[in-house]
């Protein structure tokens, strides 16, 4: 079964950071380029951070631009989304998604993914 499982969300104080993991199952995770899109309570889903499959491309939304840092390790099969200097605004359901074959900025842009994980809640709050 082809499945994306993230982990790492929780409640963190405003200033905090967590490191969001994105593991693959049933599939090899370097032939893809791998986002993090976040949807937050009342809003649409948007890109936040995507990577292609080389890492030799990033692209980040502004809103996050200095604070987050998208990296992937293939040989873990894992994409993971450092997140620092967090703002109560980042609070969402943040998922990952697989894409085959994209630019990174339309994948983010246009929300592409072939195969997406379940999300997982981050919760900013003092």
């Known amino acids: 079964q082809l499945q994306l499982v993230e982990s790492g969300g929780g409640l963190v104080q405003p200033g905090g950071s967590l490191r969001l993991s994105c593991a693959a199952s049933?599939?090899?995770?370097?032939?893809?380029?791998i986002g993090w899109f976040r949807q937050a309570p009342g809003k649409e889903r948007e890109g936040v951070s995507c990577?292609?499959?080389?890492?030799?491309?990033?692209y980040y939304a502004d809103s996050v631009k200095g604070r987050f840092t998208i990296s992937r390790d293939n040989a873990k099969n894992t994409v993971y989304l450092q997140m620092n200097s967090l703002k109560p605004e980042d609070t969402a359901v943040y998922y990952c998604?697989?894409?085959?074959?994209?630019?990174?900025?339309?994948?983010?842009?246009?929300?592409?993914?072939?195969?997406w994980g379940q999300g997982t809640q981050v919760t900013v709050s003092s």
């Open positions: 998604a697989a894409k085959k074959i994209t630019p990174v900025q339309a994948m983010c842009a246009l929300q592409r993914g072939d195969y």
């Open positions: 049933g599939f090899t995770l370097e032939t893809y380029a």
């Open positions: 990577i292609s499959r080389s890492a030799g491309n990033t």
